[in-house]
């Protein structure tokens, strides 16, 4: 829990289930985050190797992240925390 046990934590890791997204379409697909807690919460995953970052050389700068294999290890996690919200939502 140590490690995606926050509110952003597991927004940003289920919607890098699909595959590396750049950062500023990542944050777009997080409603309510801020551009200070997204940053923290990237480089947070990033540390814990939940997340890798890509930057490439071009102006302005592309930034990519995709889920490590250690990421993808919590994508049934992931997809059963979707699956009961969707659910719980209904009642």
Same mark, same amino acid.
């Not at 995606?4 to 500023?24: A, D, N, Q």
């Given at each position: ?5 926050? @509110?952003? /934590? ?17 944050? /777009? ?5 801020? #551009? ?7 480089r &947070?995953? &990033? /540390?814990?190797?939940l ?10 700068? @592309?930034?990519?992240? @995709?889920?490590? #294999? ?5 994508? #049934? ?5 979707? /699956? ?8």
């Amino acid at each position: 829990m140590y490690l995606i046990g926050t @509110k952003w /934590k597991p927004l940003v890791l289920f919607h890098l289930l699909e595959g590396s997204l750049r950062s500023g379409i990542l944050q /777009k697909h997080i409603e309510g985050i801020s #551009n200070k807690m997204f940053t923290q919460t990237v480089r &947070e995953l &990033e /540390k814990d190797g939940l997340i890798s970052r890509e930057i490439f050389p071009v102006v302005p700068p @592309k930034v990519e992240y @995709k889920l490590t #294999n250690r990421g993808k290890s919590l994508e #049934n996690i992931l997809r059963s925390l979707d /699956k009961w919200g969707l659910e719980d939502s209904y009642r």
